[in-house]
């Protein structure tokens, strides 16, 4: 009998420190809308997500959804899985009292062809996730609920890397290699478009004007750059490989930028698969 009572006592205590740790997993990984530490980004091959927010500083509904997007960014939540953050400043409100620095007429181009494929109109805060779920943006639980179900969808393996410059003298441009292989079929006859998009973190502006007016506004991953390197064909045979130049301009902070290559369905806009890197810091 004291056998018995001893190992019950045994595996009580082992689930107890099981299923605490279980807990604090759980709980580090979600993390919270404080001011803790953020954790480092984690690069998952094949499991990357990208999640685009069509916001503006003179939209009073938009420094919510930009907040989300900062938190999903900082804790990454969903573990295996790397969300990619676009912030795509439009500029349709710029005639309203404030005209956003970072806004631009191409970034509100790219919406209107969104709400085409997703019929879903043009508004901000508007988030799209992988190119196939949008909402309103300041929703974070439907965020987390949305790159849930699109990182459970097959991925191409798509990788990008600094080239080392040949020259160390040459500081205003960066090249990097890119590579796509192994795209899943999508059933669709439409060309995969391989884009590139250079983002910037810790922007911030005193807006003066607007409905944001007196506000001081942050934003995660604002992008500066967005340009279309190349086609493939949607299928796993192909593979794309390119060596796109970015000029770094003066108005940008190195050590803020990330570049990041995804690949995008022409007409259904379905994002196949996306990576990201750093930019190299001397």
């Known amino acids: 009998m004291k056998f018995q009572t001893a190992c019950k006592l045994f595996f009580t205590i082992v689930f107890s420190i099981a299923l605490a740790f279980a807990f604090s997993a759980r709980k580090s990984a979600w993390g919270s809308t404080g001011s803790e530490s953020s954790p480092e980004k984690i690069s998952v091959d094949g499991h990357a997500v990208v999640v685009e927010l069509f916001t503006s500083e003179g939209c009073s509904s938009c420094p919510p959804a930009d907040n989300v997007l900062s938190w999903l960014d900082a804790h990454q939540p969903l573990p295996g899985v790397e969300i990619i953050p676009l912030s795509e400043h439009v500029d349709y409100w710029n005639h309203l009292g404030w005209a956003d620095p970072y ?7 790219r919406q209107r062809e969104y709400s085409e494929s997703l019929r879903g109109g043009v508004y901000t805060p508007q988030m799209i996730v992988d190119g196939k779920i949008q909402f309103v943006g300041g929703d974070r639980d439907e965020a987390v609920e949305a790159i849930s179900s699109a990182s459970r969808m097959s991925k191409a393996d798509v990788r990008i890397q600094p080239i080392p410059p040949a020259n160390s003298s040459a500081r205003n441009s960066v090249s990097f290699s890119v590579q796509v292989e192994r795209i899943p079929l999508s059933g669709a006859k ?18 003066a004007g607007g409905e944001n007016s007196g506000r001081n506004l942050k934003h995660t991953a604002v992008v500066r750059d967005l340009k279309m390197i190349g086609k493939i064909d949607p299928r796993p045979d192909e593979s794309f490989l390119a060596q796109p130049s970015v000029k770094i301009s003066n108005a940008w902070k190195l050590q803020n930028l990330r570049a990041v290559v995804f690949v995008q369905l022409q007409s259904s806009h379905k994002i196949l698969g996306a990576a990201e890197s750093m930019f190299p810091t001397p």
């Open 103 to 109: 806004s631009s007429a191409s970034f509100s181009t």
């Open 190 to 207: 439409e060309k995969g478009l391989v884009f590139l998009a250079i983002t910037e973190n810790n922007l911030q502006s005193n807006v």
